[in-house]
C-alpha cells in the first residue's frame, strides 16, 4: 500500500515540477480530497487562501506550541475569521507550565531538540495520522536545506504523501500573490522577522537565519 502511495508520489513530484502552485495543490486535492490536509505556520496565509479557491472542506492544521507570539496567534484567529475552512489548532499534551514541571524550565535552552519533539513533531504526528498526504507552505528559497524540496514528495518516517505547492516560488512570488489576493499577513513580518517560530527560539534576520540562533539546528524536525 506504501509502496504503491510512495511510487505516485514520486511520479507526481516529476509531472509536477515547474508547474503553477495551484496546479500542484489542486492535484493534491484531486487526489486525496478529504485525505488530505494542510499544515500552516501562519507567517502568511497564501497556501491557505489558495486552498479556499479550490475545495472548503480540506482541513487545516497549525501547531499551537504554546510559545507563539501573540502575533501569531492573532493570525491565526484572522484566519479562522476570515476562511471557511475547518481550521485545527494541535496543542502538545504538556502545557508550557506542565513541561517546566516534569522536564524543568527553559527546556527550549537545555535542548531544543527534545523542547521540538514533544512540542512540535509529536503533536502533528498525531493530527497528521488519519490523513494519506499533507501540504505545506515550505519554499526552496527560504535556506539551503530546503533547496532540493520536490513539488511532491515522500515523507519516509510518518508514511504520507508530502506536496510543496510552493517549492519553486521565491521572496517575490509571495509578495505578489499576497498584494494581488490580500492575503493576512503575520504583522511579524513587517517587524524585521522573516520566519516565523515560538518566540523563544526566533529573532529577527534574513530567511530563516532568525531562527535558533548561536545553534546548528535549523529545522524542528517536522519536516
Ligand atoms: S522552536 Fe524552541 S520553543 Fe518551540 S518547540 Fe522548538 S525548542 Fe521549543
Not at 6 to 26: F, H, V
Not at 72 to 101: C, E, K, M, W
Not at 128 to 157: F, I, M, T
Request: proline letters at 5%; one cysteine or more; aromatic letters at 6%.
Amino acid at each position: 500500500m506504501n509502496a504503491t502511495l510512495r511510487a505516485r508520489a514520486l511520479r507526481a513530484g516529476d509531472e509536477l515540477e515547474g508547474a503553477p502552485a495551484e496546479e500542484i495543490l489542486g492535484w493534491a486535492v484531486e487526489q486525496f480530497g478529504s485525505g488530505l490536509v494542510v499544515a500552516a505556520s501562519m507567517a502568511e496565509a497564501v497556501l491557505v487562501d489558495m486552498l479556499s479557491r479550490i475545495r472548503l472542506d480540506v482541513p487545516v492544521v497549525f501547531i499551537d506550541t504554546g510559545y507563539h507570539f501573540a502575533e501569531t496567534i492573532g493570525t491565526r484567529d484572522a484566519v479562522r475569521h476570515r476562511y471557511d475552512l475547518p481550521l485545527i489548532s494541535v496543542a502538545p499534551q504538556l502545557t508550557v507550565a506542565g513541561q517546566d514541571a516534569v522536564h524543568g524550565p527553559r527546556l527550549f535552552e537545555r535542548d531544543p531538540d527534545q523542547c521540538c519533539r514533544m512540542r512540535k513533531v509529536v503533536p502533528l504526528d498525531r493530527a497528521l495520522a488519519p490523513y494519506q498526504a499533507w501540504a505545506a507552505g515550505s519554499r526552496r528559497a527560504e535556506s539551503a536545506g530546503r533547496k532540493n524540496l520536490p513539488a511532491v514528495g515522500w515523507d519516509e518516517r510518518r508514511g504520507k504523501v508530502k506536496i510543496h505547492p510552493l517549492a519553486a516560488w521565491t521572496d517575490e512570488d509571495v509578495e505578489r500573490y499576497v498584494q494581488e489576493h490580500g492575503v493576512i499577513v503575520n504583522p511579524l513580518l513587517s517587524d524585521g522577522y522573516d520566519s516565523v517560530g515560538c518566540w523563544p527560539c526566533t529573532e529577527r534576520g534574513q530567511g530563516r537565519a532568525g531562527r535558533w540562533t548561536g545553534s546548528t539546528k535549523t529545522e524542528c524536525g517536522i519536516h
